[in-house]
């Protein structure tokens, strides 16, 4: 997924107040993905930087985002 799908993905969520998937790019020892984040986008606080559950996510290392139907 683009930089500027995952910012315009974001952006909605939160102007919407919807809830998120992400996954990241980070992998762990075996080479494995972890377990998607879903949440909201509760801000931003640097330039390309958003904070979900608490935690400050920059973009770069968002893989893939996708607004979750409730």
Do not use: W
């Amino acid at each position: 997924m683009s930089q500027i799908d995952i910012s315009q993905t974001l952006l909605t969520a939160f102007c919407k107040h919807q809830l998120v998937s992400l996954q990241l790019k980070e992998r762990d020892q075996d080479g494995n993905l972890p377990a998607d984040i879903e949440d909201f986008v509760e801000g931003y606080t640097e330039q390309e930087i958003i904070i979900i559950s608490g935690i400050p996510v920059p973009f770069t290392e968002i893989n893939h985002v996708e607004i979750k139907r409730m």
